[in-house]
Nanobody
């Protein structure tokens, strides 16, 4: 069925930028609303950002507003998370999520580490 593969994580210094990508295979991408979540060791799984099926609506958790931008390219079956002005507290495993009207699907995650 549907598979999600994230990429783009890495180690950056505070104030730096990364762009995460999540490519979906197996189903028609435009069916899915897409989102990004994150989890740091010892912390709860946390919603970060989401984008609607057509890309016309987006939502962000307050702590990343103005710094992160979610976007999607339905022709490439890919959702992106552009992360600017990164802070050490952004350090986490970032996981891609796809949801239709019934089911949720998850990728395996990509590590983002921000050093001070």
């Amino acid at each position: 069925q549907v598979q999600l593969v994230e990429s783009g994580g890495g180690l950056v210094q505070a104030g730096g930028s990364l762009r995460l990508s999540c490519t979906v295979s197996g189903r028609t991408f435009s069916i899915y609303a897409m989102g990004w979540f994150r989890q740091a060791p010892g912390k709860e799984h946390e919603f970060v950002a989401a984008i609607s099926r057509g890309g016309g609506n987006s939502y962000y958790i307050d702590s990343v507003k103005g710094r992160f931008t979610i976007s999607r390219d339905n022709a490439k079956n890919t959702v992106y998370l552009q992360m600017n002005s990164l802070k050490p507290e952004d350090t986490a495993v970032y996981t891609c999520n796809a949801r239709d009207y019934v089911d949720n699907f998850w990728g395996q995650g990509t590590q983002v580490t921000v050093s001070s």
